[in-house]
């Protein structure tokens, strides 16, 4: 299947501490999306990280890639109360032109 | 300028009814996909439009499901014959060139419930 599996499924912290969640597949990928949604809403894009990279940061946003893996993480650092949602991976596999598949996420409680 | 719209935002329908959804994607923006999302779980594709053209429709569940789109901007999802299985959230989201990597802008979605 070209979906990820998200791993853990929920994850509960105190604010300040760093989130960490991860995202495993089996085909081979062109680029690997995280996304973030609040309760009730549509889904916010955060990162974009392709194949041929390794590592990006956005903010208090830090994504990984190891392609010989096949997997990503998240990480999230100095958590706040308003990072609470559910956060979710998504593939564009190598064989497709613009499809993406989703996990079926992480969420995640940040406790004030 | 203005985001992904769906409407409505909530529809409530009798089993065996007809719903169409409706999806207007931030202007020109190539590619528009369908997925819907079941209650805490992750996002199932239906379809992708490049264009006014399906490239993958791959995941429309059952003959019942059928979408188009027209003038490379709105597209209406169409349920025939609702089942209660098909209560769920419906979101679409647009894309600049729809690559895959380009990233996707997502409406709020339309929730149907079927009674």
């Known amino acids: 299947s070209q979906q990820g599996e998200e791993d853990p499924q929920a994850l509960s912290i105190q604010e300040g501490e760093n989130a960490t969640m991860n995202c495993s597949y089996k085909t081979s990928i062109n680029n690997l999306q995280w996304y973030r949604q609040n309760s009730g809403r549509g889904l916010v894009h955060l990162i974009l990280i392709r194949s041929n990279e390794r590592e990006k940061h956005s903010g208090r946003l830090r994504v990984t890639l190891d392609t010989s893996k096949k997997s990503s993480s998240l990480l999230i650092t100095a958590s706040r109360a308003a990072d609470t949602a559910s956060y979710f991976c998504?593939?564009?596999?190598?064989?497709?032109?613009?499809?993406?598949?989703f996990g079926q996420g992480t969420t995640l409680q940040v406790k004030p | 300028g203005a985001g992904v719209s769906q409407s409505p935002s909530n529809k409530v329908t009798e089993k065996g009814k007809d719903v169409e959804l409706r999806c207007d994607p931030i202007s020109g923006h190539t590619a528009l996909y369908w997925y819907r999302q079941s209650l805490g779980q992750g996002l199932e594709f239906l379809i992708y439009f490049q264009g006014n053209s399906a490239p993958d429709k791959s995941g429309l569940p059952s003959d019942r499901f059928s979408a188009e789109r027209t003038g490379g901007s709105v597209s209406t999802l169409t349920i025939q014959r609702t089942q209660q299985e098909d209560s769920a959230v419906y979101l679409c989201a647009s894309s600049y060139m729809g690559q895959g990597d380009s990233p996707l802008h997502f409406g709020n979605g339309t929730r149907l419930t079927v009674t």
């Open positions: 998504a593939l564009q596999g190598s064989s497709n032109t613009g499809k993406l598949i």
